[in-house]
């Protein structure tokens, strides 16, 4: 059964970097063809795509969010990090994990951390 | 850059009647096209993707139709726990792979 769960700081001021950790069991991210993304929602709002890091290291970034975004893993640890610097207000939103696999879609969502940014 | 647009905004509908929803593409992208549910206060569920294929544990009263620039999402008879918001989703292949989402499309209880 795969599981993810995210995890980090409910509230951030605007500036700083939000650093997200997901956390999974299930799967390994050293297995061809899996990758882990990271996608948001602010409230009341549509989903939005972030990032994704595949088993073999490669990474693919939102294009409007590239420049504050970066996606890493940890295969030992079973761990995906997502930083996002320079946080604004607007980035107030639940950032979800999720598992891409074989079908090359979001097939298992972690439940989603809520984060806050206000001074 | 491929922007879907999802119809109706809302669908009012009664348990048991039958619920279409729409999603359109700007431009053509083949079957690549992903169909997910997200009830209140949960994280969003694949329902189909490929268009068409029903994701594991998916009931048959969801399916999914359409290629290139137009889909449909049918609901072929609602049960309470269908009422949700239902969001579309493409992956692009090229340039490197993303992933794009539609508004959304609620489904709510007449």
């Known amino acids: 059964q795969i599981t993810l769960k995210e995890s980090g700081p409910t509230l951030v001021k605007p500036t700083q970097t939000l650093t997200l950790t997901c956390t999974f069991s299930g799967f390994s991210l050293s297995t061809s063809g899996v990758g882990v993304g990271w996608i948001r929602q602010p409230p009341g709002k549509a989903l939005e795509w972030l990032a994704l890091i595949y088993w073999d290291d490669d990474k693919r970034y939102s294009p409007s969010l590239k420049s504050r975004l970066t996606i890493t893993k940890d295969t030992s640890k079973n761990q995906v990090v997502l930083t996002m610097t320079n946080m604004d207000p607007v980035d107030t939103a639940t950032y979800y994990c999720?598992?891409?696999?074989?079908?090359?879609?979001?097939?298992?969502w972690g439940q989603g951390t809520t984060v806050t940014v206000s001074s | 850059e491929i922007v879907l647009t999802q119809s109706p905004a809302t669908l009012s509908l009664s348990p048991g009647e039958r619920a279409t929803l729409s999603c359109r593409a700007s431009q053509s992208v083949s079957s690549s096209l992903a169909w997910y549910q997200q009830r209140p206060g949960q994280a969003p569920r694949l329902l189909i993707y490929?268009?068409?294929t029903r994701a594991t544990g998916i009931p048959a009263r969801f399916s999914g139709s359409g290629s290139g620039a137009d889909f449909t999402l049918t609901i072929s008879s609602l049960e309470p726990e269908d009422f949700a918001v239902y969001y579309c989703?493409?992956?692009?292949?090229?340039?490197?792979?993303?992933?794009?989402f539609g508004p959304g499309t609620k489904v709510d209880i007449k």
């Open positions: 989703q493409h992956r692009s292949n090229w340039p490197p792979e993303g992933f794009t």
């Open positions: 490929d268009a068409s």
């Open positions: 999720a598992h891409r696999g074989s079908a090359a879609v979001m097939d298992v």
